[in-house]
Structures are given as structure tokens and as C-alpha cells.
């Protein structure tokens, strides 16, 4: 049976998801053209898993996130507005293809803004260290960021499962 097309009308908590990763998308963008001629001809391209530099390249890798992150983030909004090719822990029929169609674009908008997040955030974090003002991501940068990334995703899974067939 193929899955019903539905479109998901975006709600208050959409916009707002979507808004605050577009400013992080936008800032991943600004912050290199703002800074760039400031930077030394090599800055940290790599780092640990203590939040170290530890592998430097010309400073023209500094666009390396910010078009990673505009590829990345188009492409996740893109993908979005086509729930229906999805993956889900659940059957999907007519009468719960909204509810799961809704939580699967909600999950999908939150990871692509804590992505961009992600990346504005080590972005800036090459930019300072790059500067001598500051150095490297910090030891809780990983710890944190898949935190960030898997809570949101488990919340979903379980609201899926436990919401399959509610009317």
C-alpha cells in the first residue's frame, strides 16, 4: 500500500525551529566574510577528541562548514515537504499519516537547526583560536552535541511507537 501525501502545514514550534537554523546557517555564513582577511594563512582544520586542535590547513578551508552547512541545510528542507518517502518505526495508514508525518518533519527541522548550530559553533570556535583569543572546542563539545542530537530523535521514536494507530 503506498502512503497517503499529505502536506504538513507548519505550526508555531516549526517556525520558530526553522527561523532560529536559519540564523545560525546565515551567522555560519557572516562570520567567515566578516573575519577572513584577520585570519592566518593556516587555522585549525581538525580536532581531537579532547576539543584540541589537532590538524591545520590554509585559511581558505574556513568555507568548508559554511558550504557544508548550506548544502546540508537545503537539502534537509527539501527533503522535508516529502514525509511520505520517510522511514518509520511504524505502519503508516490514512488514519495516522499526519501525526507521524508531523513528528518526522518536527525531528528532521530540530537536527538540521542543532547541526547548523553545530557547525556555527566550531566555526567560531576556528575563527577565535585562529585569532589567539581562544583555542579549540572544549572536552564537552562531543559529549554535548550528541546529546543534543539523539535526545530529540529517542523522543521521537518513543512518541512514534506509542502514537501508531491513536486517532
Not at 18 to 33: D, H, R, S, T
Request: avoid cysteine; proline fraction near 5%.
Amino acid at each position: 500500500m503506498s502512503r497517503p501525501r499529505i502536506d504538513i502545514e507548519k505550526d508555531g514550534s516549526d517556525w520558530v525551529i526553522e527561523i532560529v537554523g536559519f540564523l545560525f546557517l546565515a551567522g555560519l555564513i557572516i562570520m567567515p566574510l566578516y573575519y577572513y582577511d584577520q585570519l592566518p594563512e593556516s587555522i585549525a582544520t581538525h580536532y581531537n577528541a579532547n576539543g584540541k586542535a589537532d590538524g591545520f590547513s590554509g585559511r581558505g578551508m574556513i568555507w568548508s562548514l559554511p558550504a557544508t552547512g548550506l548544502v546540508m541545510f537545503i537539502g534537509l528542507s527539501v527533503i522535508n515537504k516529502f514525509p511520505h518517502i520517510f522511514n518509520y518505526p511504524t505502519e503508516i495508514t490514512i488514519d495516522n499519516a499526519e501525526r507521524q508525518y508531523r513528528g518526522a518533519t518536527k525531528l528532521i527541522r530540530m537536527l538540521n537547526t542543532i547541526i547548523m548550530g553545530a557547525f556555527l559553533y566550531i566555526s567560531s570556535r576556528t575563527i577565535l583560536g585562529a585569532s589567539n583569543k581562544d583555542a579549540g572546542l572544549g572536552a564537552w563539545f562531543i559529549p554535548v552535541f550528541i546529546i543534543l542530537m539523539f535526545t530529540p530523535i529517542v523522543y521521537y521514536l518513543v512518541y512514534s511507537v506509542n502514537n501508531k494507530s491513536k486517532k
